[in-house]
């Protein structure tokens, strides 16, 4: 029997985060410049090493595997990587598989990641005002993500909401989205934004809206009970009673979540990241390619694993965003 993985402080790895992609069909001011400079396409991790990868996490244990980006589904063929980790939803090694995508191209795919075994999905949407849309996303147009989103639904798929707080820009939506959630059954969860990638000229000070402020408000209009669901992530959960709906809220800047974290994240690239807040990584990519035997590969992951630090340095605390990282979320993935 293989030895799960387990780091240093004694955590069990059992979620992995993937990035296929480190493209996007959006620029999001607080996720990209602009004029972002991609990796060349030889860089990125084949399809068939992506699987190979990802099939031996889940030999050492990984249950969970969320595929991000940039935004997943514009990878070429993506969809058969998906119907290739369906073999382990069969043989019940994997648990879940599912994705965090931006919903452009759900209207084109919902039904065949259904197919392949997706039960759950994360939309990132931030407004429901098709000009605020556009200009938070550049390049986004909101009625082809809600478009997306009734995919969704009518193939099966469960939809959770993700949504950056951004002050001054969906601080007036928060009722709106929260009853818009709760009309269509979906999950909303609330994201603090990070300080991650040079983003040009937008101001991360300016953006930064903190979700207990956020809370204080919902809680004016609702009862909010706290529940104990955890994920060994950052977020934490409430019910609001008047409408039986779930609210998550996901602060990485503060620590209250380091002493459960359960995950890693991978690049398109093959590096892999045992903590977001943190630049340490190792290469993955040269034991894939060094050799077609996964005991190769199976080293250079517990030895990443050693490494996982036991927490992040984000904060802002300062009046300034100590503890930045360099790398940009579509980089590592959400
Ligand atoms: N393109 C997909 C999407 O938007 O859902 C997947 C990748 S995206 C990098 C994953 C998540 O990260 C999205 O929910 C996005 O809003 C969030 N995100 C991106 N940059 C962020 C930042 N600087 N701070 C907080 N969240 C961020
Ligand atoms: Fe693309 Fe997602 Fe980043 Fe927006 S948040 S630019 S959709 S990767």
Not at 155 to 170: C, H, P, Q, S, Y
Not at 218 to 247: F, H, M, N, S, W
């Amino acid at each position: 029997m293989t030895q799960p993985l387990v780091d240093p402080f004694q955590r069990a790895i059992t979620y992995l985060r993937l990035s296929v992609t480190d493209r996007c069909d959006f620029r999001c001011v607080y996720c990209m410049s602009e004029n972002m400079t991609f990796l060349p396409k030889k860089e990125l991790l084949t399809l068939e090493e992506l699987d190979r990868l990802c099939s031996a996490f889940i030999g050492l244990g990984v249950e969970k595997l969320r595929i991000t980006g940039g935004e997943p589904l514009v990878r070429r063929d993506i969809l058969t990587f998906f119907d290739g980790m369906s073999r382990h939803l069969e043989s019940g090694a994997l648990k879940e598989l599912t994705l965090t995508t931006n919903g452009s191209q759900l209207e084109r795919f919902a039904d065949q990641l259904y197919a392949a075994g997706v039960r759950r999905v994360n939309v990132s949407l931030d407004t429901l005002d098709e000009q605020k849309f556009a200009d938070i996303t550049r390049w986004g147009r909101l009625p082809q993500v809600l478009r997306g989103i009734d995919a969704a639904q009518r193939a099966g798929l469960r939809v959770k909401i993700n949504t950056v707080a951004l002050k001054g820009f969906n601080e007036d939506e928060l009722f709106t989205l929260a009853e818009w959630c709760a009309s269509r059954d979906m999950d909303l969860t609330f994201i603090e934004v990070m300080p991650m990638g040079d983003i040009g000229n937008e101001d991360r000070l300016g953006q930064y809206w903190a979700l207990s402020d956020l809370r204080a408000r919902l809680a004016e209009q609702y009862t909010l009970t706290d529940l104990a669901e955890r994920t060994g992530g950052p977020a934490r959960y409430v019910r609001l009673e008047e409408t039986g709906q779930k609210i998550g809220f996901i602060t990485p800047l503060t620590h209250n979540f380091c002493e459960s974290c359960n995950r890693v994240r991978i690049t398109c690239t093959g590096e892999i990241y045992t903590c977001l807040g943190q630049e340490g990584h190792c290469d993955l990519r040269k034991p894939l390619r060094a050799s077609q035997d996964d005991a190769v590969l199976e080293d250079a992951i517990r030895a990443a694993i050693s490494l996982k630090p036991r927490g992040h340095d984000f904060d802002y605390s300062r009046q300034d965003v100590a503890g930045r990282v360099s790398r940009h979320m579509s980089h590592t993935g959400g």
